[in-house]
């Protein structure tokens, strides 16, 4: 079983509408980071989020890590074709120095 | 800039056949990861590296080894390929652990026929 859990699997969004992506773990995250992929390429860093409430953004791309430092999510908006690819989060779990991931979230806009 | 560079993009090989993926970074990172990446699965660690001759094994080590001789370079290994081991791999490094980001490679797309 993954230890982190993504949601959705898939979104297929109209052009120009907001998104969100979850990320949850059952156990506190150290270092949540948000990575995107284009087909068949290596991952694009997109923020790195470590304090519990943390919130950062990127352009049209916002990240929040919950208090609880548990769960985050992804917000796109006014989602544009560039925001298509793979949304994939990471964490260094709470014991080792293991940095695992979630299995992705599919992004594709509709123009 | 980083960078994170793996030998071959697209890689075919036998069955039963070892095979030896390298991947390379050039910012005296020490630590170091291979995962492979599979269609809903997302990434799964193999192994991952916190030092030169040091490595520990992830979540699906079976059926491959690493070596560290170098700082800089970490180097996957498939004693005898399998056709179940057809997948992307993809090597990461980073230099420090919870407050860092990881650098990723582009992936090698590895065929086992």
């Known amino acids: 079983s993954q230890e982190l859990e993504q949601s959705p699997q898939s979104l297929i969004v109209q052009e120009g509408k907001n998104l969100t992506i979850n990320c949850t773990s059952s156990k506190t995250l150290y270092g949540l980071y948000w990575y995107k992929q284009k087909y068949g390429e290596g991952l694009i860093f997109l923020m790195m989020?470590?304090?519990?409430?943390e919130e950062k953004s990127h352009e049209k791309i916002t990240a929040k890590l919950d208090e609880k430092k548990q769960q985050s999510s992804l917000h796109i908006t006014a989602s544009q074709p560039s925001h298509a690819g793979i949304y994939l989060c990471g964490a260094f779990m709470e014991y080792g120095n293991k940095l695992v991931f979630g299995a992705g979230t599919i992004l594709r806009v509709k123009s | 800039d980083v960078k994170v560079t793996q030998s071959s993009r697209y890689l075919v090989k036998r069955t039963g056949e070892k095979v030896f993926l390298e991947c390379v970074q050039d910012m005296d990172h020490e630590n170091m990861f291979w995962y492979r990446q599979d269609p809903g699965l997302g990434l799964r660690l193999i192994y991952f590296s916190y030092d030169v001759k040091m490595k520990e094994k992830g979540d699906i080590p079976e059926g491959y080894s690493v070596s560290r001789e170098k700082k800089e370079r970490f180097s996957l290994i498939l004693e005898s390929a399998s056709t179940n081991q057809t997948s992307m791999y993809l090597c990461a490094s980073s230099s420090g652990f919870l407050n860092t980001e990881a650098f990723f490679g582009q992936g090698t797309r590895l065929t086992v026929v």
């Open positions: 989020l470590q304090k519990g409430g």
